[in-house]
Structure formats: structure tokens, C-alpha cells
T-cell receptor, first 117, second 111 residues
Framework: NAGVMQNPRHLVRRRGQEARLRCSPMKGHSHVYWYRQLPEEGLKFMVYLQKENIIDESGMPKERFSAEFPKEGPSILRIQQVVRGDSAAYFC???????????????FGPGTRLTVL | GENVEQHPSTLSVQEGDSAVIKCTYSDSASNYFPWYKQELGKGPQLIIDIRSNVGEKKDQRIAVTLNKTAKHFSLHITETQPEDSAVYFCAAKGQGGKLIFGQGTELSVKP
């Protein structure tokens, strides 16, 4: 049973370019979360998606960042016109469908390390 | 707002000793508290979690305790080994299902 997969593992972009980060959740998981980790810091929530729906985007910067989780294929985190401050590790996590009052574990992928030159 | 404080930021112990990491959370509605271990260049790996209906949970050398009244929870690692060296993060489940993470503790186990 494969874990959460992310690609690419490393991504280098020049200022002003676009970055696309992909996340394939664990088999059977329909919830995807994206987190950002700046150097020497903890993880910060960005966005929570289910298939074809954005559930919570309260952690997303208002401009240049967007996310989707289509019916088919991986979840995509897209950063337009990247700036140096976007350099960070981006992690996605997946969890299975909620089951009543039981909250579900989030399993993390290996991350994409974005470097903006 | 939702916040998790974690202490200490660094912890150095001798192999075989115990290590304790403490966290406090602000949202009294939080009911799920996972702990993750992150090695250099890798993603966070879940090592243990606890739900608000229990006060303690143990898995071999790792245990977690929860005090809901005080809004504290702690990770205890006994008989530490060099391979336990990593950054450990506590988290609390916040509004809507997102995890609110502490700042991390860099644990170093010296042989």
C-alpha cells in the first residue's frame, strides 16, 4: 500500500515563474491537506480539499496561490509568479473519509522543496 | 486564534536516558493530538496520537499524556537510542480538520 506521493521532490524556479506541485493521496483517502514549512520552522496549514471541492483555504496567501483536487488525478498546488519568499518545503497529507465523531489521522508525503532563485 | 506552544526547542540526552517534550494548546474544542517525527530531508512521520477521551497512551518506548483541563500534552520517550535523534512536532486538530503544529523540538541522543 503506497504512501502519499509528491512530485517533484525538488523544484528550482526563477523569480516570476510558475511552480506546480503534485500530490497523490494514499489509496482510499479522499481528503488532502497542504502545509508549508519555512526553514527552521514548523508546518503551517495552507488548504484542505476533497475531490472537486475546496473545504478550507484560510491558510492560503490571498494572491498567486491556488489549489485543486480534481475528480481524476493528483491534487495540485500552484504558485504563480514565484518570489524568493516562496522558497520552502511544501507537504501534503491525506486522510480517509471522516467517520462520524472520529477524527482521522493525517499521513504526510515526503514533500517538495521549492527553491526560488 | 488557534495556537500550539512546544518546549523545549532543543533537547540533548544521553543514550538510555528519557526525553520529555511538552505542548500546550489554546482551542478547548481540540480533540485529537498527534506527534510526528521528522528526519532531515523527509516528511513528518506519525509516531503516536491521542484522542481527548483518554489521558494516556503507550506504544513500546513512546508514551503520550493529555491533560484536557490544563490543555497540556506531553511526549515521553524512554531508553532513548541514537536513531531517535530527529525533530519532533506536536499538533492539535483545529477548526475544520487542519492540524495546528508546535514549533518543533530538535532531539539529539548522544551515544
Amino acid at each position: 500500500n503506497a504512501g502519499v506521493m509528491q512530485n517533484p521532490r525538488h523544484l528550482v524556479r526563477r523569480r516570476g515563474q510558475e511552480a506546480r506541485l503534485r500530490c497523490s493521496p494514499m489509496k482510499g483517502h479522499s481528503h488532502v491537506y497542504w502545509y508549508r514549512q519555512l526553514p527552521e520552522e514548523g508546518l503551517k496549514f495552507m488548504v484542505y480539499l476533497q475531490k472537486e471541492n475546496i473545504i478550507d483555504e484560510s491558510g492560503m496567501p490571498k494572491e498567486r496561490f491556488s489549489a485543486e483536487f480534481p475528480k481524476e488525478g493528483p491534487s495540485i498546488l500552484r504558485i504563480q509568479q514565484v518570489v524568493r519568499g516562496d522558497s520552502a518545503a511544501y507537504f501534503c497529507a491525506s486522510s480517509p473519509r471522516d467517520s462520524g465523531l472520529i477524527t482521522d489521522t493525517q499521513y504526510f508525503g515526503p514533500g517538495t522543496r521549492l527553491t526560488v532563485l | 486564534g488557534e495556537n500550539v506552544e512546544q518546549h523545549p526547542s532543543t533537547l540533548s540526552v544521553q543514550e538510555g536516558d528519557s526525553a520529555v517534550i511538552k505542548c500546550t494548546y489554546s482551542d478547548s474544542a481540540s480533540n485529537y493530538f498527534p506527534w510526528y517525527k521528522q528526519e532531515l530531508g523527509k516528511g513528518p512521520q506519525l509516531i503516536i496520537d491521542i484522542r481527548s477521551n483518554v489521558g494516556e497512551k503507550k506504544d513500546q518506548r513512546i508514551a503520550v499524556t493529555l491533560n484536557k483541563t490544563a490543555k497540556h500534552f506531553s511526549l515521553h520517550i524512554t531508553e532513548t537510542q541514537p536513531e531517535d535523534s530527529a525533530v519532533y512536532f506536536c499538533a492539535a486538530k483545529g477548526q475544520g480538520g487542519k492540524l495546528i503544529f508546535g514549533q518543533g523540538t530538535e532531539l539529539s541522543v548522544k551515544p
